[in-house]
């Protein structure tokens, strides 16, 4: 089993940024993918960004050159800079991964493991 824990939410104002990280423990070496997720109210959880290591790195189009997706094999650790923040951003954040090497992918492959998730609100 793999344990993942967010960290870095919280309130910001339009405009601004925000850093969110998570770590990996327990049976890292079974990971292949890692990436975020957010679920806004009353909406489907969406894929943010995501690292598999079969394939390129993977943006919803919402978020491509305002977000950056950065992972530390060595630390198994996966972090998510967020910049110019804006009110639709606004919703709980999840970092994920895969045993797949394609999981986050365009491809459509899913991830297997979650964290419980952290809330981000940007204010208008």
């Known amino acids: 089993q793999v344990q993942l824990v967010e960290s870095g939410g919280g309130l910001v104002q339009a405009g601004g940024s925000l850093r969110l990280s998570c770590a990996a423990s327990g049976s890292i070496f079974s990971i292949n993918a890692m990436g975020w997720y957010r679920q806004a109210p009353g909406k489907q959880r969406e894929l943010v960004a995501a690292?598999?290591?079969?394939?390129?790195?993977n943006y919803a189009d919402s978020v491509k050159g305002r977000f950056t997706i950065s992972r530390d094999n060595a630390k198994s650790t996966v972090d998510l800079q967020m910049n110019s923040l804006k009110p639709e951003d606004t919703a709980v954040y999840y970092c994920?991964?895969?045993?797949?090497?394609?999981?986050?992918?365009?491809?459509?492959?899913?991830?297997?493991?979650w964290g419980k998730g952290t809330l981000v609100t940007v204010s208008s």
């Open positions: 690292m598999p290591s079969g394939a390129s790195t």
């Open positions: 994920a991964a895969a045993r797949s090497r394609y999981g986050g992918s365009r491809l459509g492959n899913g991830m297997d493991y």
